[in-house]
């Protein structure tokens, strides 16, 4: 399953980030995983989420997240549920590439049993409908 909270700069997106990773944990089965750009998360997010860096493994494009994503999955199959804050900042911001990124979850969390939630800086009204399903 894939959710996108989307909305322009401070709209409040990675709150309700945070408020839906801390949900997540109080019901998931499973490991939960959060890929930030930089490192402000840290007091923010429960000690049993694992907190990963995108910096810190010069992801900089939608291929090095997939090939990331891929990775956490094949080293880890108790992953649940994956949260991704700021994907713009992580993969750049081209709209085009982002869709086809978030294409390339849905299919992947769905093999997978996995759940992708991320954060996107955008007007949803320049999005394309089958990106607005998943808001």
């Not at 990773?21 to 998360?41: F, M, P, Q, R, W």
């Not at 086809?100 to 996107?120: G, K, P, R, V, Y």
């Amino acid at each position: 399953m894939i959710r996108i909270i989307m909305g322009l700069k401070g709209s409040g997106k990675t709150k309700k980030l945070i408020d839906a990773i801390h949900e997540t944990l109080s019901t998931a089965n499973g490991d939960v995983v959060c890929i930030e750009y930089g490192k402000k998360l840290t007091y923010d997010v429960n000690y049993k989420v694992r907190l990963v860096d995108s910096q810190e493994y010069a992801i900089s494009n939608p291929d090095l997240l997939k090939g990331f994503l891929s990775g956490l999955h094949a080293g880890n199959f108790d992953i649940t549920h994956v949260f991704i804050d700021n994907l713009y900042k992580t993969i750049g911001t081209d709209l085009a590439a982002a869709e086809s990124f978030i294409n390339w979850c849905a299919t992947f969390a769905a093999n997978n049993n996995m759940n992708i939630t991320m954060t996107i800086s955008e007007d949803p009204a320049n999005v394309s409908e089958e990106i607005k399903k998943y808001l």
